[in-house]
């Protein structure tokens, strides 16, 4: 999966692992406080854009949870039954997020369409557009953090959730607009049709999330930039003679590479074995926590390529 460009300056692992709980942490936080905020706005003023708002900020507060296990359970170290780690639960926290957002875009569409056919006036309007002030200030600076833990640590969940929340912020601003609108000219229409975008908004994170998800599950590459520079130190190593099948995945904080490493075929084993260990070396300079598997192969004797292979 095409992760996001992390920091120049890359954290140690056990602080990537501090700042993935706080985010997780601190998620659910913002989506429990935000529930009782707007459950009280909407038991004051009938809105049903802000009864989505609701909604979607319970769903939050689940996948926020989802999110929270996952991660610590992705951040364990690989044992007898799991070699290559518990990374991949990050990516099964998205699919489940996904889930959850669908189910709350249907059930907004639902509420949206009665609203549309029986329009009702709002009642104190005023606590809908203090609710929603507060929660566009609070959603800002959760994004705006998760932002940062994700360009820190490349989290395939946080990244998720960040998404998540980036559709609350319009969510939140479009309620917002739809219920100044009703107070000052009394056009109840707008409500739900408000209401009605924001689903829009929600299956789109839906989608994005989805496909971040996916490309972990299913192993997608590396971005080019980062396998161009695998490339680049495998050959800058002494005894390097040439390098093929370069294949190469993440899961969770870790990144897998695997890479054959053409030499010289009169060499000793022993000076095979110290070649790939500098690659190896290398190649672990590229990123915090990653695993290198090094095939020696003799120069001239390559195998064939699959056609996917470079």
């Known amino acids: 999966m095409s992760a996001p460009p992390t920091s120049t300056a890359p954290l140690s692992g056990q602080a990537q692992r501090r700042l993935l709980h706080l985010a997780s942490l601190t998620s659910i936080l913002v989506a429990v406080a935000l529930i009782f905020a707007k459950l009280t706005a909407w038991a004051l003023t009938d809105s049903v854009s802000l009864l989505a708002t609701l909604g979607d900020s319970v769903l939050d507060a689940s996948a926020s949870l989802i999110n929270f296990f996952a991660i610590r359970h992705a951040l364990q170290p ?48 005023g606590v809908g ?17 998760q932002r940062f833990v994700v360009r820190r640590t490349g989290s395939t969940a946080i990244q998720a959730d ?42 789109k994170s839906v989608a994005e999330i989805a496909r971040l998800s996916l490309d972990v599950l299913m ?74 598997l090094v095939h020696q192969d003799p120069l001239g004797v390559e195998e064939a390529q699959l056609p996917f292979e470079n």
């Open 219 to 292: 192993d997608r590459e590396l971005p080019e930039l980062e396998r161009q520079a695998v490339r680049e130190v495998a050959l800058a190593c002494a005894g390097v003679e040439g390098i093929h099948d370069l294949r190469t995945r993440r899961a969770g904080l870790c990144v897998f590479v695997e890479i054959h490493v053409e030499m010289q075929p009169e060499i000793s084993l022993r000076k095979a074995h110290h070649i790939a260990d500098a690659v190896i070396r290398a190649i672990k300079g590229l990123h915090e926590e990653v695993e290198v």
């Open 129 to 145: 557009i203090w609710v929603m002030s507060l929660s566009i200030v609070m959603t800002l600076g959760l994004v705006l953090f």
């Open 78 to 125: 690989a044992d007898e039954e799991h070699r290559f780690g518990h990374g991949k639960a990050e990516a099964l926290a998205g699919l489940a997020q996904a889930a959850f957002i669908t189910g709350s875009a249907v059930f907004l569409l639902l509420q949206a369409a009665e609203r549309l056919i029986h329009p009702r006036p709002l009642n104190q309007p």
């Open 162 to 203: 960040s998404l998540h929340y980036q559709g609350d912020l319009l969510m939140n601003a479009s309620v917002l607009i739809s219920i100044l609108i009703v107070d000052r000219w009394g056009w109840t229409i707008i409500d739900p049709i408000a209401a009605v975008l924001i689903a829009g908004i929600i299956l």
